[in-house]
């Protein structure tokens, strides 16, 4: 073939696939079969092979994925990405379209829709090509993960229809229900450990480096929201529907995922109908939305700092099922704690099936009086696992017993021990109890302390095993020779190992306390305890009032602490680490406030910013001896402001007397 036929073909190819991609995954109705499109598909590959000029960056062969990312740049939203308010009851909804009223000084249009639970992107076009995909970060600034959305089939690359030049769009991916059973089936036969949810797992994948395994797992994506300066109509509804003619996936009228409504009667009814048949969709939501909507009206309603005000999220209560407990097992944490797990008949809830359950610990199982072979409640709330809730006693026999906790660990079988005012029991042998141990070591590997390349979890448990490493410093003794006959350890993998374990000796030393895992001395307390003593010696020697006197540390944290360096093995631990070379110490740059301009001063941080993050905010009054404080009151002194801050709080402020200041008149201050 010519290169002007092949240019042809190309095109011809090109939009025939679009236009079938969308059927098939927008609109559910596919008009060839997988064969035939497949075959345009592989047409289309071979003609790009031959004539690489011709390959479009955004071609339907693209979606196949390929690029690699190896740090997802982190990148300011244009407009924030803000969250909703929650609403539980129905009184709530009542409030909130009260005040809507009052604001607007008359009735309105509503527009619910589902609350889709998954991961919230903002895709953004230009000239009808798609340009970048973030998430929601933490509102402000997000991740690109541009690459990875670009295989979601949904997602168009390239618009149809009479499209704006510029706009973004917002809306939730996740994993169809369907896709995520099959993702775990395939686990469960691997002997891999199975996803928790739905939506924990679409947040995983997209977080992938490699977009061609994205590719291959079927993710979706449901656009709610439209922004821009040039968008078509004056209202939410219309927009979302004119989006669906550029190519997007929007909820539409007649399936009853979206629906106008004039009166809170019928957002009632829309809640009530899917509160009742969300279990027939093959994704999870976990309420609805209810947003105003004419944009004029959402103008004057305006934002909180958190929220808009034209919009609320009413949430289902949790999803609730019976199914017989089979036994109870008991699993040890790396501080030894131990939590009882319930082991149940396999049930669907909430779109996924449980095996088991928290039972959190023995006053709770004492209190529902909990039994093996009892037909308990099972209740998936937001959390990862499920929980038992309640007991259908008129199912209990005349065998039943009532559940005895156990006294010894199951791993070790030492004695437990309960600390007074505590509700779990623990296991004492820290040194010897195996689960403990590498749970102290996966937790100094981890992201936020240690951050090892190359070792993980499962890698510890197996050098543990292999008798490699007993304890956190062991792992700065590890040598090649060790690694290389172990499974799953290739030349390559052991020297990334041995790698990162190098790289972490330049670790600050706030993650390095923070990563030898004394208790309660979490990410924050570490990050407090080491800008105050500034090294692990000062720390070790400090005496408990010294350690109080330090702001937000209490007596109990306190107390750990000293309990830690009482064991003279921990401080055996702390000096091995120290000759291996990690940071024991603050460096110049991170030690003390750089300044005390702010000194005696507090502020309330409110809105969103346009150069600093919130925590960046934060960070820099007190690097200048300020103090950042939750909320207003005669003791505060300025009121940082960003955009979008709720009337109400300028309001207050300006009743109490504060002066309200914006982000340059801060950097000003700070100088
Ligand atoms: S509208 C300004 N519509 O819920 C707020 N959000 O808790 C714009 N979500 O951040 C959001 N379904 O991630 C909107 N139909 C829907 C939604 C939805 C799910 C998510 C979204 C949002 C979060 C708020």
Redesign the pocket.
């Known amino acids: 073939m010519d290169k002007a036929k092949a240019e042809e073909r190309v095109k011809q190819l090109t939009k025939e696939l679009r236009e079938h991609n969308y059927r098939y995954y927008n609109e559910d109705s596919p008009t060839i079969s997988d064969y035939e499109f497949d075959m345009l598909l592989k047409e289309l590959e071979s003609l790009e092979k031959e004539f690489p000029e011709l390959a479009d960056e955004n071609s339907p062969t693209k979606r196949v994925g390929g690029e690699v990312t190896k740090n997802f740049e982190t990148v300011k939203h244009k407009y924030p ?4 308010s ?1 609403s539980y009851s129905k009184e709530e909804l009542l409030e909130f379209d009260q005040r809507v009223q009052k604001i607007l000084g008359r009735e309105i249009e509503y527009i619910c ?8 992107i903002g895709i953004s076009y230009k000239d009808g090509k798609i340009q970048r995909a973030l998430t ?1 970060g933490d509102g402000t600034q997000g991740d690109d993960i541009t690459a990875n959305v670009k295989t979601i089939r949904s997602v168009p690359l390239v618009l149809k229809g009479d499209y704006p030049n510029e706009f973004e769009i ?1 809306g ?1 991916i996740f994993y169809p229900l369907s896709v995520f059973r099959e993702l775990n089936e395939k686990r469960e036969a691997e002997g891999v450990e199975q996803l928790a949810n739905p939506r924990n797992a679409a947040s995983g994948t997209l977080k992938m480096q490699d977009s061609s395994i994205v590719a291959e797992r079927k993710l979706d994506c ?1 656009l ?2 439209v922004l821009g300066e040039e968008l078509p109509f004056n209202e939410h509804l219309k927009n979302i529907e004119a989006a669906g003619t550029w190519g997007f996936k929007v ?1 539409k009228e007649e399936k009853q995922l979206i629906r106008k409504c004039n009166s809170l009667e019928e957002v009632f009814s829309f809640i009530n109908y899917w509160d009742e048949q969300r279990s027939s969709l093959d994704f999870e ?1 976990d309420g609805v ?1 209810i ?1 105003v909507n004419n944009y004029n009206y959402q103008e004057e309603l305006g934002f909180t700092a958190k ?2 005000r034209w ?1 609320i ?1 009413y949430k289902f209560k949790a999803e609730q099922v019976e199914t017989r407990l089979d036994h109870i097992s008991y699993q040890v944490g790396r501080t030894g704690a131990i939590t009882p797990v319930a082991n149940l008949e396999p049930v669907l809830l909430a779109g996924t099936t449980v095996k088991r359950a928290s039972l959190h610990n023995a006053d709770q199982i004492a209190k529902l009086d909990i039994r093996e072979g009892d037909l308990v409640q099972v209740e998936k709330g937001g959390e990862i696992i499920p929980k038992v809730v309640g007991v259908n006693f008129s199912h209990r026999t005349s065998k039943s017993k009532p559940t005895e906790y156990i006294s010894q660990c199951p791993e070790c079988g030492t004695e437990l021990i309960r600390i007074e005012g505590e509700a779990q029991h623990y296991c004492p042998n820290m040194w010897g109890c195996p689960p403990q141990i590498i749970g102290k070591m996966a937790h100094f590997i981890s992201r936020k302390a240690m951050d090892i390349d190359g070792l993980g979890e499962e890698t510890v448990a197996q050098l543990f095993e292999a008798n490699l490493i007993n304890d956190i410093a062991d792992i700065y003794s590890l040598e090649k020779e060790d690694l290389l006959p172990l499974d799953r350890m290739a030349e390559k993998s052991v020297n990334n190992l041995l790698e990162g374990v190098e790289a972490s000796k330049q670790i600050p030393f706030p993650r390095v306390l923070y990563a030898i895992g004394i208790r309660y001395v979490g990410e924050t307390v570490a990050k407090k305890l080491a800008k105050h003593f500034k090294s692990m010696s000062a720390i070790r020697s400090a005496s408990l009032e010294e350690l109080i006197a330090v702001d937000e540390i209490g007596e109990k944290i306190a107390e750990s602490i000293i309990a830690f360096f009482a064991e003279e093995r921990n401080v055996e631990l702390v000096d091995r680490l120290t000759a291996a070379g990690l940071q024991m110490e603050l460096n110049e740059e991170e030690s003390g406030p750089s300044s005390q301009k702010l000194e005696g001063n507090s502020f309330v941080i409110s809105g969103v910013f346009e150069r600093h993050s919130r925590d960046e905010l934060k960070m820099l009054i007190e690097a200048n001896g300020g103090k950042n404080t939750g909320s207003l009151s005669s003791k505060t002194n300025y009121l940082l402001a960003g955009d979008n801050m709720g009337p109400a709080k300028k309001e207050k402020a300006e009743k109490l007397g504060i002066q309200i200041i914006s982000e340059s008149d801060f950097e000003q201050m700070i100088g």
Do not use: H, Q, T
């Open positions: 990405m803000l969250s909703l929650n829709e589902l609350k889709y639970d998954g991961v919230a929601r917002r939730e449901f709610y929201f909820p939501i939305v947003k929220s808009p919009a999220a």
